[in-house]
C-alpha cells in the first residue's frame, strides 16, 4: 500500500507519464488497489478504459478466460433470460466476440474495474485453496492431516476455467427476488428465482462435457462443504430475517468473490446484508438446479441419455457436444459413473469409498476428492490399485511426490 507522501508524488505525475505507468500495471487486481490508494487517478483509467484493461488482461490471461471474464461482467448487469436469450448471449461472447475487444454492453467504469479485480482475486484464491481442500480429505472425516500431495492437482488452468465457468453460473442463475408475485416483500432477496428457468440452464451445461460439468459440480460440493464448516465455526451463523434483506440490485456481487469475502471475515455478521443473504440462500438451496435439470446426477440432462447398461467412453478427439471456438478440458479416462460402480474393472475407489452403501455417498467424496483435476495418470494408478487413500501413497514409491508435514509439493 501507497504511503501519503508517495500518493502525493503519484498524484502530480503528468498526465503523460501516468498513463505510461498505468499501462505497465500487470494485473486488474493491482491497478484496483493503485485506485483505491489514489482516487484521483480514476478519472485517467475511465478514460484510457478500454486500452488499459485490454492490455492488462491480455498479458494476465488468455483468450478463452478474457471471454470469460467479459460473460461474467455482463451478466451480472442482466436480468433473467429465456433460453433463446442465453443460447445468443453465449453465443456472441464465446464464439463469435473479438477476445481482444472489450464488449461494447459493458460499462466503462469504476464499478466494472473492481467487480474484475474482485473475480480474479477469488480465481486466483480458490485455484489454490480447492486443492488443499482435496489433499486434506477433512472433509469427509478420513482423516486428520493431509494425506494426498497438492501435485495430484497439476492442471491449474483447468481448475482455473472451472472456476470461471461456476462463476458465469452463478451471475446468470443466482438471481432471486425479481418480481415476485403477491409478496408483501415484491423486491427482496428471496428464494423465488433461485437457480431455476431450467430451461436455460440445461442449455448453459449442454454447451459443455459431462466431465467439464463434474468439473463444476465437484467444486460447487467443495465450497458448500468448506463454506457450512466455516461459518459453524465463527461467533455468528447464517440465520438472516427479512428485514435484513437487501433489495434486489444488478451490481450486488453473487459467487467466488461473496464466498471468498465470508471466508475471510471473522463474523460473517459483518458482511453487508445482500452478501449475508446471498449465502444463506446458497446453504439452504446448494444443487437445486442441477437436481432438477440432472436428476439422475450423471451430468446428461434431458438431450442427453446414457447407454442403459454403459456410459461412453469418449476418444482423445471426442465431443459430445456442439463444436466449440476453444477445445474442452481432456477426458479423464473414465467417468465418475464407473469409478463408483463396483463391477467396473476392478475395485476403482479407494476402499473408504467403496465402504459407502450408496453411488450418491461414494459420488460426492469423489467431489470432495477432486477427482476430475487429477492428472490422468495417477486417476488411472488409483483405479487399478483400488487401495486406502494411504496405500496409494504409498503405491506411489516416491516420497519426493509427497511432503508429510505440508501436505503439499514435495
Known amino acids: 500500500m501507497l504511503g501519503p507522501q508517495a500518493c502525493t508524488r503519484f498524484e502530480r505525475l503528468p498526465e503523460e507519464i501516468l498513463r505510461y505507468v498505468l499501462l505497465d500495471i500487470d494485473s486488474i487486481p493491482s491497478l484496483y488497489k493503485l485506485m483505491q490508494a489514489v482516487p484521483t487517478v480514476v478519472h485517467s483509467c475511465i478514460a484510457i478504459f478500454d486500452e488499459l484493461i485490454g492490455r492488462i488482461l491480455r498479458r494476465s490471461i488468455d483468450e478463452e478466460l ?39 454492453e459493458i460499462p466503462r467504469s469504476l464499478r466494472t474495474i473492481e467487480y474484475m479485480a474482485k473475480v480474479l482475486a477469488a480465481v486466483d484464491h480458490f485455484s489454490t485453496l480447492c486443492p488443499e481442500i482435496w489433499s486434506w480429505c477433512g472433509c469427509v472425516g478420513l482423516y486428520s492431516k493431509p494425506i494426498l ?3 495430484m492437482w497439476k492442471n491449474k488452468y483447468q481448475i482455473r476455467r472451472a472456476l470461471f465457468r461456476f462463476q ?11 418480481e415476485i408475485p403477491d409478496r408483501p416483500y415484491a423486491h427482496t432477496y428471496s428464494h423465488w428465482g433461485w437457480e431455476e428457468n431450467w430451461d436455460a440452464q440445461e442449455l448453459f451445461w449442454l454447451r459443455y462435457e459431462a466431465w467439464e460439468i463434474e468439473e463444476c459440480k465437484s467444486i460447487y460440493y467443495t465450497l458448500i462443504f468448506h463454506l457450512e464448516y466455516v461459518t459453524k465455526t465463527k461467533d455468528h451463523l447464517l440465520s438472516c430475517c427479512i428485514r435484513n434483506r437487501s433489495p434486489y440490485s444488478k451490481t450486488n456481487i453473487r459467487g467466488l468473490p461473496t464466498i471468498a469475502a465470508s471466508l475471510n471475515t471473522t463474523c460473517v455478521a459483518s458482511l453487508p446484508p445482500f452478501q449475508q443473504a446471498y449465502l444463506e440462500i446458497l446453504l439452504q438451496r446448494p444443487f437445486s438446479g442441477f437436481r432438477i435439470t440432472d436428476p439422475d446426477d450423471l451430468g446428461y440432462f434431458s438431450h442427453r441419455i446414457p447407454n442403459m447398461f454403459h456410459d461412453p467412453i469418449p476418444r482423445a478427439d471426442y465431443r459430445t457436444s456442439r463444436t466449440r471456438r476453444w477445445a474442452p478440458s481432456p477426458f479423464p479416462g473414465v467417468t465418475l459413473r464407473q469409478l463408483c460402480l463396483a463391477t467396473y474393472g476392478c475395485n476403482t475407489v479407494p476402499r473408504e469409498v467403496r465402504r459407502l ?32 487413500l494411504c496405500e496409494f501413497r504409498k503405491k506411489r514409491g516416491n516420497e519426493s511426490w509427497f511432503s508429510e508435514g505440508e501436505g503439499g509439493e514435495g
Open 66 to 104: 478474457r471471454c470469460y471474464l467479459y460473460a461474467i461482467v455482463q451478466a451480472q448487469a442482466v436480468g433473467r433470460m429465456s433460453a433463446y436469450d442465453l443460447g445468443f448471449f453465449l453465443d456472441t461472447h464465446f464464439e463469435i466476440s473479438n477476445p481482444n475487444k472489450i464488449p461494447e
Open 149 to 151: 500431495p497438492l501435485t
Open 168 to 178: 458465469l453460473y452463478c451471475e446468470l442463475f443466482h438471481k432471486p427476488g425479481q
Open 357 to 388: 452403501n450408496t453411488t450418491a455417498k461414494r459420488r460426492q467424496v469423489l467431489r470432495y476428492l477432486g477427482w476430475c483435476f487429477w492428472d490422468r495418470r495417477d486417476l488411472a494408478e488409483w483405479a487399478f490399485f483400488g487401495a486406502s
